[in-house]
C-alpha cells in the first residue's frame, strides 16, 4: 500500500517541498529502508520511528518498507524527517484515513516514547507550507513560533498518539497562540560613558545611516563599552525585518517556545571564531554569526586577532548584504543585511604610538599590526575613529548631560527623513527594504539627494586627490555626508557635511600611512593638521 506526506528539506533560510512516499512491498525478509540523499540523520529515523511505534502500542509490518524522499536529488539533512516519514507510514497501514494528511505537511522529530521533540525551522517551514496552501504539522514546542506565520493551519500535538487521535476524532488539537513578543535585556545607557565625545558622535551617525564604524584606542579608553551600548540607540524592527530575522534564527534553533522580539540583533562573537562560525556552512549548514546579525550589529572586538580568511569572508556580505555557502551540489543562501562595528587597539602592546608610552616599536608596530587587516576590508569601514585614553579629570567629571535616549530621538530622526526619502523616489517595496539607511542607499538615490554643494564638491575632489579615495571610498563618503546632514536637519549635503565624514573616512592603509606622517611633521613644526587633506 502507498501513502504520502509532504515535508520540507531547508537551503538557507528557504524551505524547499519534499514529498515523503512509502509503499508496502511483500517480501520474505522484513526491511525498512530510506531512500532519497539522505544524511545520517535521516538515515536514523527508520529507528527511531521503530521506536517510536513500540512506544504507542504498533509494531511495523512484517514487508519490505520503502521510504523515498523526493526529489532525489535534494540533499536531505536534519532531524525533523523522522514525523512525515512515521505519518505516511501510519496512512499507509491504513492506522489513518488515506486522505487525512492530504492538506498538511509535517515536521518533527520523535522520541522513541513516542513525544514528537521540537526541531528548528518550524516558522519557515509554516511560511514554506502556507505559499503551498497547505497547513503545518509541527511539535508542540513550536506551535507558537509557527502561528507567527499568519493564518496558516498549525496543529502542534505533543505526541503521535495525540495526533492520531485528533486525526480519528477523539480529541481535537486546537490551533497554537503565537508567542509572546517579549522585550530584549537592557541595554547600557550611553550616560555612562564619561569623556569621548567624538567617538561618541561617531557612534550617533553610525546608528543612524547603519554605517560601518571602526574604534580604535587602547585598553580601557571604552571602545567595547561604546559599542555594547549601539543597540540602544537603534529603532526596532519593522514588521519585515522581523519575519527575516525570525526565520533565521528558526532554522539555526534559537527561537524558544516562539518568543520573537523586536530588538535588533546585537552578536559579539571571539576573535578565535573560525570563517565557517562567521559566514556558515559546515558538514550540516547552519547560520552563522553574520547571519545571525541580519538586519542588527556585528561586533568584532580586537579586529587584527581575527583570521585573515575569518575577516575577508565578510567583505562579499558587507557588500551584497547575503552569504552563498558554496557546496559541491549546491549554494545555499543565507541572509546577512548586517552593520559592522570593530575595535582594536593601535598595536600589539596597546598602548600606541611616540607620546602615548611604552611602546618603542612605533611606528613600525602601529603598521604592522594595522596590516592584519586587508587594505579592501578597511575600504568598507565608512567611519574609523580614536577613542584615546580616558584620563583622571574625564572620570571626575558629572555624568554627561545626554544619553541614550536623547541620542536615540535623534537618530529616529534621521532614519525617518531617510524613509521620506525613499517614498519620495517611489523606489519599489523590496528595493527599499535593501535602501533603508543611508549606508546602503543606491547611485541613483546618492545622485538625487547627497549632491554636495560646490564648497563640498571641491573639498570631496580635493580628499580624493591627496586621500587616495577608491570608487567605493568615495560612494560611502556621500552616504556618510548625507547621514550627517540628516543629523543636522538639512535637505542638502553642504561643505561641512562633507568635511566631518572625511575626517571619519580612512580609505587605505597609505592615506593612513600618509596622515601620520604629516601629523609626524606637523608635531615638529607645531602645526596642527586634523586630515591628509
Known sequence: MHASVVTVAFEGVDARRVDVQVQQLSAEQPSFTIVGLADKAVAESRERVRGAFAGIGLALPSKRIIANLAPADLRKEGNHFDLPIALALLASMGVLPADALSGWAAVGELGLDGQIAPVGGALPAAVAADAMGLGLICPEANGPEAAWAGDVAVLAPRSLIALVNHFKGAQVLRRPEPGAMRSGERVPDLR???????????????????????????PGSGKSMMAARLPGLLPPLTPKELLETSMVWSVAGLIERGALTRDRPFRAPHHSASMAALTGGGLRAKPGEASLAHNGVLFLDELPEYSAQALDSLRQPLETGEIVVARANAHVRYPARFQLVAAMNPCRCGLGGAGRGACGKAPRCQRDYRNRISGPMFDRIDLTVEAPPVTAADMALPPPAEGTAEAAARVLTAREMQAARLRLASVEPEAAQDQMTNARASGELLDRFATPDEPGKALLMKAGEIGG?????WTRTLRLARTIADLDGCDGVLRRHIAEALIYRRSTAEANDAFEARRGASAASHETVTAPW
Open 192 to 218: 555612562e560613558v564619561k569623556g569621548q565625545e567624538s567617538a561618541k558622535r561617531a557612534l550617533e551617525i553610525a546608528a543612524a545611516g547603519g554605517h560601518n564604524l571602526l574604534f580604535v584606542g587602547p
Open 469 to 473: 579615495l577608491t570608487a567605493r571610498g
